[in-house]
């Protein structure tokens, strides 16, 4: 059974500070490892996604690493802005189906 | 860019009536699901939906759950008989090639029982 956590579950940090959010799964037979994003009652945004043969991949301010072997995943934010402030799931496929983390909250503080 | 669209964005019913959620997945692609959100809880999923048949399914979509792609274009979630734990945000999705690919959600639709 796959199973997804992630940590912290909340973080709080100064504006302009590199973050990194930390995302663990079971079974690391995976095909890819998605992170989104979700404002508070709004639907998830895409991130960035890494195939199963990647290591790393960037968008922006973005990036995200994936270690299949010791099944683990991070998510870089590098110069925090409050614009940022979002939950953050990680989502790994299992099947047809996805299995999402319960997600980081992140509050970028001005 | 094209997206995941569905409707309404938040529908509030009575215990016991049938709700239908409709989503219009991404033109090209051929993978459908569901899955829902209780406020404050994990994304979880209900189905999924291929070939215009349910391919997998959780036990949390159980007979009172069911799904149609009455066209070509519209996808939808249908509750027969609300109970108040079914209040929760429930997304539509859909992917090109199932779920070694990336998956495009919408934006949700809030559903209140009361």
């Known amino acids: 059974k796959q199973e997804v956590t992630q940590i912290p579950a909340a973080l709080s940090v100064p504006e302009g500070e590199n973050l990194v959010l930390n995302c663990s799964f079971t079974?690391?037979?995976?095909?890819?490892l998605q992170w989104f994003r979700q404002d508070p009652g709004k639907g998830l945004t895409s991130l960035l996604l890494?195939?199963?043969?990647?290591r790393e991949q960037t968008s922006g301010r973005l990036n995200a690493s994936l270690d299949k072997s010791s099944g683990r995943s991070t998510l870089y934010i590098a110069a925090s802005q409050p614009g940022d402030s979002a939950t953050y799931l990680c989502?790994?496929?299992?099947?047809?189906?996805?299995?999402f983390g319960k997600g980081t909250r992140l509050h970028i503080l001005p | 860019e094209p997206e995941v669209t569905q409707t309404p964005s938040h529908q509030v019913t009575q215990m016991g009536q049938e709700v239908i959620l409709r989503c219009v997945p991404i033109?090209?692609?051929?993978?459908f699901y569901w899955y829902r959100q209780i406020l404050g809880q994990k994304v979880e999923f209900l189905v999924s939906?291929?070939?215009?048949?349910?391919?997998?399914k959780s036990e949390i979509f159980d007979d009172q759950f069911s799904v149609e792609r009455p066209d070509g274009s519209n996808f939808t979630l249908k509750i027969r008989s609300t109970k108040l734990e079914d209040s929760a945000m429930y997304f539509c999705?859909?992917?090109?090639?199932?779920?070694?690919?990336?998956?495009?959600f919408g934006q949700g639709t809030r559903l209140t029982v009361v």
């Open positions: 999705a859909s992917s090109p090639t199932g779920a070694t690919y990336e998956a495009f």
């Open positions: 079974d690391s037979a995976i095909y890819n």
């Open positions: 890494i195939q199963s043969s990647q």
């Open positions: 989502a790994v496929p299992r099947d047809d189906k996805i299995i």
């Open positions: 033109s090209n692609h051929l993978y």
């Open positions: 939906f291929y070939n215009n048949e349910i391919s997998e």
